[in-house]
């Protein structure tokens, strides 16, 4: 099962109420250090807002860190201080701030760039992302055969979340030649994966072609996924 690398604000969210992350003056010693892993969870921090330094009950972790006092600059400057060091992690969160504005004035060539820098590190949650700004033509042409391949670049480089985007691509015929056997195959890598997007849809949709008797195609069968050639090597931005 893939996890997608990307920093998930749920999680570290849990593990700060559960007492299971170090403080924020702790991951600073740290990053004073040169940990680039403590100034990315620095960033996260800031992003999140000072709830996540909140102690409470498991059942009310879900509800905890809707942060109040969020600083979208501080945690910018974390960030970038990490994807200095490195830490693709880190590089694909500024390209998420860069997307929505968050702190800083939208800009979806920043977050090209940004989610560039960190494929090249191999973070595949920054995979799945170009493939979005593909479908949603933000800041590039909207291109769906682009953006599938993306999408199959992230599943083949341990993404789950985009199994059942890549099943629905082939179910409808979006950026590929329609085929149901493969959109099959998708929607039961996608419904047996608890990290899948659509777990419960996609168990229904698999249910639903094996009802029309389509077989799921096998791995061997599925076409060779490549992407990236479109984009050369990120510029400065």
Known sequence: MGVPKTSLFLLLAALSCLGQAQTLSELKVRADAGDADAMHTIGIR???GEGA?????PLECKTAFAAKDQNYTEAMHWLKLAADKGNDEAMNDIAIMYEKGLGVTRNYDKAMYWR???VEKGNNAAMSGIGSMYVGGLG??????EAMRWYRKAADAG??????FLARGYEHGYGVKANLPIAAYWYAKCANS????RVSSAKADLARLRKRGVVPA???DLPEGTAGDQLGSPKKK
């Open 140 to 145: 590039v042409k909207q291109d769906y055969a």
């Open 46 to 48: 800031y992003w999140l």
């Open 218 to 220: 096998k791995s061997g």
């Open 194 to 197: 608890s990290l899948c997007a």
């Open 53 to 57: 330094e909140q102690e409470c009950a």
């Open 159 to 164: 993404n789950d979340i985009v199994f059942d």
């Open 116 to 118: 560039r820098l960190a």
